[in-house]
């Protein structure tokens, strides 16, 4: 699916916007990766392949930062993490992925 499709029709992106995006990549910190226009936005808990309606949370210049509120397709690079803490402490941000 065309990721310039799933986004809204809204052009300008703004703190607390909702977008709909599929994530392409993982940054160095394992947060995942979509882009809008010329725009990069970081999302901690996104995979590659995942779509998900995020909210954007901040901005630095063309870089944004956002927090999903809904997967709406599921990668298949996505599983449960096997620490039953990993979405309360932080320490290990890739254990949702099944292969690295």
Aim: glycine fraction near 8%; hydrophobic fraction near 30%.
């Amino acid at each position: 699916m065309d990721q310039e499709k799933m986004h809204e029709s809204n052009d300008v992106l703004t703190k607390g916007g909702q977008l709909a995006v599929r994530c392409t990549d993982l940054d160095i910190y394992g947060r995942g990766i979509t882009r809008y226009k010329n725009c990069v936005i970081t999302v901690p808990g996104l995979v590659p392949q995942d779509c998900a309606l995020i909210k954007l949370t901040n901005n630095n210049g063309n870089s944004y930062f956002g927090v999903i509120i809904k997967i709406t397709k599921s990668s298949t690079l996505r599983r449960e993490p096997p620490c039953e803490l990993s979405n309360e402490c932080g320490g290990c941000s890739i254990q949702h992925l099944s292969q690295i």
